[in-house]
């Protein structure tokens, strides 16, 4: 078989030469030669020096606007934040005047409260006068234990203490304080007996023989009727218990006459 006798090509070495020209006032020039390899290394280099330049541009001018737009939004939520921290200075000044206010009204309704209990309280005292007219009345005591009511002159040094009235006709009997009817019973020496529970240990009795005006249960305030006084009973009987003792009921009653 016949050599091939084509004459081969031959690869030379690729040489490089980079020329630096000096500003010197000498005006030497100088040269340095680089390999293909070199080239290579220095081309690759300088390579990669402008990618990591351009990724470098690209990051800082993307960090740049995520930063502009990451202040724009805290800005934004700053003002937003502002405005609800003002909207709740308000809300809390509106809250805080609201309070004051419930506050008054809430002591003016307690002191109200206390004065209505107050003028209860004074109102279911049997101090008032049981009679609706002027009378002319005796101190005595009844002797629970006597038949007759006590009407000498010198009467009875024992005994539970009553005033005994003397009224014209026309007037009537009255609640001495606001109270409830206890009992409406007979009496053997006044003829009927009304009983007032003023619900703070006081208890009325109105010993008179008219009848009655109101029945057990019956709620009466002070001044309310409870017998009419006519001509064949004008003597009234009245008494006072605190806590199941009789006391004195002039030292209760306001006097009118």
């Avoid at 502002?82 to 002191?111: F, G, H, P, R």
């Avoid at 409260?113 to 005591?141: C, D, I, M, T, W």
């Avoid at 009224?167 to 019973?185: L, R």
């Amino acid at each position: 078989m016949a050599r091939d006798s084509s004459p081969r090509k031959h690869r030379h070495k690729r040489n490089y030469t980079i020329l630096i020209i000096s500003g010197d006032s000498d005006g030497q020039n100088k040269r340095i030669h680089l390999g293909h390899v070199k080239t290579q290394i220095l081309a690759f280099s300088l390579f990669l020096i402008l990618v990591v330049i351009v990724c470098y541009v690209i990051y800082s001018s993307i960090y740049i606007k995520n930063t502009t737009i990451l202040q724009g939004q805290q800005t934004d939520q700053i003002n937003i934040l502002s405005s609800e921290n003002s909207s709740l200075y308000a809300s809390n000044d509106e809250l805080e005047a609201e309070v004051t206010q419930l506050s008054l009204a809430l002591n003016q309704k307690v002191e109200e409260e206390a004065s209505v209990q107050e003028k209860a309280a004074q109102a279911s005292l049997p101090k008032g006068f049981p009679l609706s007219s002027s009378a002319s009345y005796k101190n005595r005591y009844d002797d629970p234990n006597a038949d007759a009511a006590d009407s000498s002159s010198s009467g009875n040094t024992t005994g539970n203490p009553i005033l005994i009235f003397t009224a014209s006709a026309g007037s009537q009997v009255v609640a001495s304080g606001d109270g409830t009817v206890i009992t409406v019973t007979a009496d053997p020496k006044y003829g009927n007996c009304i009983t007032i529970d003023h619900g703070n240990g006081y208890i009325s009795v109105y010993r008179n023989k008219g009848d009655s005006l109101v029945k057990a249960k019956d709620t009466v305030k002070r001044g309310d009727p409870l017998i009419v006084i006519g001509k064949s009973n004008k003597t009234l009987g009245y008494q006072i218990q605190y806590n199941d003792t009789y006391i004195d009921p002039e030292s209760m009653i306001e006097i009118n006459g």
